[in-house]
């Protein structure tokens, strides 16, 4: 068996914000956040309303909120300016100093195989293979674009005296360790989607998101079969 001496990170990374291009008031904004399985959850951090709330300004009014199944931020702020944004940026980084190999799997993100694994924003619909498949994904060399589903989830936005509203929420899980001669590698995942209100906003609207997986350097032992993207996400459900 082929070793590596490594030092070893997983990070997990999300950042949510709405923006604004001129002043807004009495905004409620529900969109989707982070889960795993039934639950509120960054890796394995669990999100709380407090998770919101040590992030925010304070005259921001964050409560995590269930819909038709699903775990939405509910934002009441009464007002939003340009020249003070709103967001939400959180990484966290576990480091382990050992041995890269076969049995430090389970401590690794699954980053070829996130549905149903990793945390996700749901509920997805519409979803579509767009590029590569995770069959594609190669053993050997540099997998640049891995493989991609496009998708639409819903957001509820609500504010008065707007023009343009922009909502975009992102969340990336990577592994990263060294090889020989201090050469790093890595792989990960991202999801995210966006939504662009122009004019007077509709209550629930479809936001365009995309969710790319096994990008980066893949060991043997990382490409066990795993969930398909229908089992760890609500891809049809309406609210």
Known sequence: MELFDSTSNCISCYFTSPKTTTPIENVTL???IPTRGDRPTLGHTQI??????DRLPDHNTPAIVPVDGCYYLRLTV???DPAEPIY???YNRTSFDQEFRPEFVPQLINTLHPFGNESLFSPKQNLTLTAGSPEAVRTSGYNPGGYSYSYTIPVYVYYENGSQVEIYSNIRGENEWVERFDAWALNRYTDHYRLVITGDPQGWMP????VTAGQGVYREWQLAPSSTPSSGNKTDASV
């Open 30 to 32: 529900l969109v989707p």
């Open 88 to 90: 939400v940026d959180y």
């Open 207 to 210: 936001a365009e998101g995309e």
């Open 48 to 53: 709380s309303d407090a998770f919101y709330a």
């Open 78 to 80: 009464p007002y939003m």
